[in-house]
T-cell receptor, first 116, second 114 residues
Framework: EPEVTQTPSHQVTQMGQEVILRCVPISNHLYFYWYRQILGQKVEFLVSFYNNEISEKSEIFDDQFSVERPDGSNFTLKIRSTKLEDSAMYFC??????????????FGSGTQLSVL | AQKVTQAQTEISVVEKEDVTLDCVYETRDTTYYLFWYKQPPSGELVFLIRRNSFDEQNEISGRYSWNFQKSTSSFNFTITASQVVDSAVYFCALWLPNDYKLSFGAGTTVTVRA
């Protein structure tokens, strides 16, 4: 089965530093997402992206966060100035179809971000 | 607003016991989709099932079965004859057509002891 690939698997950074989390969605998928999961908690939606635009974002996704699809294959999440509370597992996901189809989301294995 | 409720935080069973995970959802939409995902200790999210709101047939896949009841807004998941490899966190999730996101419940941690 095709996979969503995320790099790195672990990222350690100092508070205030910028981090970029990278994802390669499944090649024919059109919709992309970032979710995060703080240790032991639920999986929380951050942002969805379609046609080079943000479709929806949560209240967590403030000005410190941005997403980009810099080329035809990568999808990135940037955190400009990390805070301790940004420490979490970040999951990238992609789907072939959009919201009206209830398409299955394929998730990557996640990037564990630790902010010290 | 909480759209998906998984009231059971943790369930512990002995191997070969059956375990049922409850999921109650909330929506006024007539069209919606319900999902279950499994998160094993390795951390990835594994898709188990998708069900649309117009299909109330129960489904069985091996030792897994799902009971969808619109009347009670529930989409429960049963693992029959549990095995140690079933130990994981299980998430129920809801997709609404006007949302560009999947909304997860808090998850239920299942521990199967040998």
């Amino acid at each position: 089965e095709p996979e969503v690939t995320q790099t790195p698997s672990h990222q350690v950074t100092q508070m205030g530093q910028e981090v970029i989390l990278r994802c390669v969605p499944i090649s024919n998928h059109l919709y992309f997402y970032w979710y995060r999961q703080i240790l032991g908690q639920k999986v929380e939606f951050l942002v969805s992206f379609y046609n080079n635009e943000i479709s929806e974002k949560s209240e967590i996704f403030d000005d410190q966060f941005s997403v980009e699809r810099p080329d035809g294959s990568n999808f990135t999440l940037k955190i400009r100035s990390t805070k301790l509370e940004d420490s979490a597992m970040y999951f990238c996901a992609s789907s072939a179809g959009g919201p009206y189809g209830g398409e299955k989301l394929f998730f990557g294995s996640g990037t564990q971000l630790s902010v010290l | 607003a909480q759209k998906v409720t998984q009231a059971q935080t943790e369930i512990s069973v002995v191997e070969k016991e059956d375990v049922t995970l409850d999921c109650v959802y909330e929506t006024r939409d007539t069209t919606y989709y319900l999902f279950w995902y499994k998160q094993p200790p390795s951390g990835e999210l594994v898709f188990l099932i998708r069900r649309n709101s117009f299909d109330e047939q129960n489904e069985i896949s091996g030792r897994y079965s799902w009971n969808f009841q619109k009347s009670t807004s529930s989409f429960n998941f049963t693992i029959t004859a549990s095995q140690v490899v079933d130990s994981a966190v299980y998430f129920c999730a809801l997709w609404l057509p006007n949302d560009y996101k999947l909304s997860f419940g808090a998850g239920t941690t299942v521990t199967v002891r040998a």
